[in-house]
Each structure stands twice: as C-alpha cells, then as structure tokens.
C-alpha cells in the first residue's frame, strides 16, 4: 500500500498525483480518504464521476 499528498490546488485540473493516487486506489481496491472535498477538486462533474 501506498500514501500520497497532494499539494495541487483543487482548482487546476492538470493533477498526476491525484490520478496516481486513483490508479493506486483501483488497483488495490482501497478506499481515498479526502479531509476536505473543496481541496479535491471544485469541479462537480469531476466529484460527481468519482467512486
């Protein structure tokens, strides 16, 4: 298992760590625990399209 940090503003959409973080996520069927959903991203289509 891994653990990742983004520092990227949840407002850029351009985040290789975050889809890493994902990919990890998918792979391992572990869970993405977010402390603040706004830091994730401000996109609602994106937040909307995760699972």
Do not use: N, W
């Amino acid at each position: 298992m891994a653990e990742f940090t983004e520092v990227e503003s949840g407002k850029k959409s351009a985040r290789p760590k975050l889809a890493k973080t994902l990919q990890a996520c998918r792979i391992y069927g572990a869970k993405l625990v977010i402390t603040k959903l706004d830091r994730l991203s401000r996109d609602a289509h994106f937040l909307l399209g995760l699972e």
